[in-house]
């Protein structure tokens, strides 16, 4: 890995995982692409291109003139805008990918980062420790695209050689950039609101439990799995990987620790019938063997952090 593009960059993921690559590869090495341009400063070291994946031919002109080897490609629309516009969905998540496809291949790119997700998983499936290898029927339109996308990764690597490598990530946590759309943004709103206004509403039930991960644990293992020699990868559309599991009155009681006069009330919408169908816990052993992968943040330790650095980006004296 030499020349690293990364689109969808200005995401939740992409700004996090963008500064890490700068730490470890120099930013001169780290080119930054997305169809939003407004930066606002949240990746400035370095070089930025306007970029729609679904134009193929300007994702070739970028990765030529950047001598690009390595594409990480996190643009995509997420669960709950994607049962909002379906074919937005399929035309970003899909066509996107296929272009990515496309250009690696014909560019002769050595490796691809292509992030799948617990919504892969639907009502066939297992709620509890979901295995690496079951049946992936999901009843959403975000899930339909992310089995597809894993399907994509194993026929290429196959037939191609196509060295793709994914995570089937769970609800990231994080402060520095908001959600853009998913099921499990609950579990960073209730933080905002919980400082700001000390009460929530959730979109999903009290018992709704979901895996989730906090941002230092997603950036380091995606950086594991960059980094990992091909031949110990027996996976390559997607890794489960646990990291912690909880539902929003779990959460909620956490964060009364710190603000006891916090309230949750309910109002369940479509985001709740998209997440009772994904698992409360996936089986990550496959990740564990192959590349080695141990988390390292649990839900009490996220939470405490979670508060102190939400509470200082909005300005509030909060101590703990
Ligand atoms: P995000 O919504 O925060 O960011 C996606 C970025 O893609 C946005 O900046 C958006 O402007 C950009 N984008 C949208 N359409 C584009 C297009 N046509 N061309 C170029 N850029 C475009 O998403 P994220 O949370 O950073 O997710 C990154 C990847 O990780 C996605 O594949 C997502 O499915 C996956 N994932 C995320 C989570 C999570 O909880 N954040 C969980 C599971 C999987
Ligand atoms: N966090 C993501 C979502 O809710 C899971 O892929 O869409």
Redesign the pocket.
Known sequence: MKKILV??A?????TELTLEFNRRYGAENVIVS???NDVHGMVPDNAFER????DVHALERVVKRHEVDTIVH???I?SARGEQNPDLAWK?NID?LLNVIRVAMAQRLDRLMV?S?IAVFGPTSVLYNAPQETILKPNTMYGVTKVVGEMLADYYWKKNGLDMRGIR?P??ISYKTM????T?DYAVEIFYEALKSGSYVCPLSPESCLPMMYMPDCVRATVELLEAPTDALKYHGGYNLGAMSFTPEELAAEIRRYIPSFTIDYKPDFRREIAKYWPASVDDSAARANWGWAPKWGLEEMTRDMLVNVAEKLGLDFNI
């Open positions: 689109t969808g200005l995401g939740q993921i992409g997305d169809v939003n970029l729609d994946v679904t996190l643009a995509a997420l970003i996107g992030p997700s990530y609800g990231i959600p853009g759309g998913g499990t």
